[in-house]
């Protein structure tokens, strides 16, 4: 098993940044494709943003909405992924969560609250 565990959320002006940092431990051998997912109020999860590991080399993919304005990154020795977010929107409120991906399993955070305020 693999636990994530999240942080950085919080509220911000719109405008403002945000550093969104998800930490995995226990079983982490294996752990390829690394990414953040986020949830609106009455939204379904979307993708906001991955990064893959392995012989990938650390590509990245990223939400239209969010190009641009967001940037992720990982660090392999750290066991740990990051989002920076910047000019924030009210549209960007919602809950963010920290993904993981190995072969075989897929491993989700307990989420982080981002809110934007006009």
């Known amino acids: 098993q693999v636990q994530l565990v999240e942080s950085g959320g919080g509220l911000v002006q719109a405008g403002g940044s945000l550093r969104l940092s998800c930490a995995a431990s226990g079983s982490t051998s294996g752990i390829n494709t690394m990414g953040w997912y986020r949830q609106a109020p009455g939204k379904q999860r979307e993708l906001v943003a991955l990064?893959?590991?392995?012989?990938?080399?650390?590509?990245?993919t990223y939400a239209d909405s969010v190009k641009g304005r967001f940037t992720i990154s990982r660090d392999n020795a750290k066991n740990t992924v990051y989002l920076q977010m910047n000019s924030l929107t009210p549209e960007d409120t919602a809950v963010y969560y920290c993904?993981?991906?190995?072969?075989?399993?897929?491993?989700w955070g307990q989420g982080t609250q981002v809110t934007v305020s006009s």
């Open positions: 993904n993981v991906k190995k072969v075989w399993s897929t491993f």
């Open positions: 990064i893959s590991g392995g012989s990938s080399g650390g590509s990245t």
